[in-house]
């Protein structure tokens, strides 16, 4: 009998695979703000599993910071992806809240590309964009998008899932300080509202004011994708908060097995609006809830 026993539990153990443990060196590009809410809910999501996790800010060494004894590293904003691209090396690294023309553009430049890696993008993606644009002005149906060098390539995926959910996407470029407000006042008159997309080169801090003022004078609202835009003066705002994406990573973990998925968009989202703004704009929308409770009955906005 206890044979048998014996037996059964061997064969289990044969079928069943278990769990991977590991060390994940988490690697800050600040230690504050949004990367200490990514850190802690991250530490949170994988205790008790069977990885260890281990924080440091960047500027150390690889034999200061652990990353050269890790499993698996994950980097938090792009002075942190800079830093490990920089130093080479083979350990797998998943890229975290960082946008996806940054991580284009950093692995480019490193030559990593053999290099296992991966990223959970900032960005949301277009159809998920073009869901919350309906659901939270119906009607206006023309959006307006400032393209640059950074963002050209991905025009054509916009204008297709637009075309997909009755939206007309319009847009105009600018690569430069000096062309931006000409343009944006040229997108204006022909749109019903601007969609702001994490374009470094367009949407810095130096710019911002000047282009939520004009979006204002030509009474068209602004739709963003942080939060802060929205407390700033933008309309409302899609975006992933760093909790969610500590989480997403936190799954990637779990899930890892030697390989990594191709980088991805969040997959968890959240949504505000600065009914001040609204007000402003003599607009009476949906709340919140209502407008995500749609978009998750959204198969194409998930």
């Not at 407000?181 to 008159?189: E, F, G, N």
């Amino acid at each position: 009998m206890v044979l048998a026993i014996l037996r059964l539990l061997f064969v289990f153990l044969l079928v069943v695979p278990l769990a991977r443990a590991g060390n994940v060196a988490l690697v800050l590009s600040e230690s504050t703000g949004p990367y200490a809410e990514f850190s802690t809910t991250l530490r949170d999501a994988l205790d008790g599993s069977n990885w260890k996790l281990s924080r440091y800010p960047v500027g150390l060494d690889a034999t200061e910071d652990g990353t050269e004894r890790a499993d698996l590293i994950i980097a938090a904003g792009s002075t942190a992806l800079r830093q490990l691209l920089s130093r080479g090396g083979s350990t797998p690294v998943i890229a975290t809240l960082i946008p996806r023309q940054a991580y284009d553009k950093l692995v480019a430049e490193s030559g990593s590309r053999n290099r296992r890696l991966t990223a959970i993008y900032l960005d949301q993606p277009p159809a998920r964009q073009a869901s919350f644009l309906r659901q939270l002005l119906p009607g206006k149906n023309r959006i307006g998008m400032l393209i640059s060098a950074e963002t050209r390539a991905q025009s054509s995926q916009f204008q297709h899932a637009f075309n997909a959910a009755g939206l007309i996407l319009d847009s105009e470029e600018s690569d430069t300080d000096r062309t931006l407000l000409p343009a944006l006042s040229t997108l204006l008159s022909r749109v019903n509202v601007l969609l702001a997309t994490p374009d470094t080169s367009i949407y810095k801090r130096d710019n911002i004011k000047a282009i939520l003022v004009t979006t204002y004078r030509y009474q068209r609202p602004m739709v963003a994708f942080s939060a802060a835009l929205a407390n700033a003066g933008a309309l409302a705002a899609l975006y992933s908060t760093p909790a969610q994406i500590a989480r997403q990573s936190a799954e990637l973990v779990l899930a890892f097995n030697n390989t990594l998925p191709a980088p991805m968009p969040p997959g968890q989202f959240a949504v505000q609006i600065n009914h001040n703004v609204a007000q402003a704009l003599n607009l009476n929308l949906p709340d919140e809830a209502d407008i995500r409770r749609a978009m998750l009955a959204d198969k194409d906005a998930r």
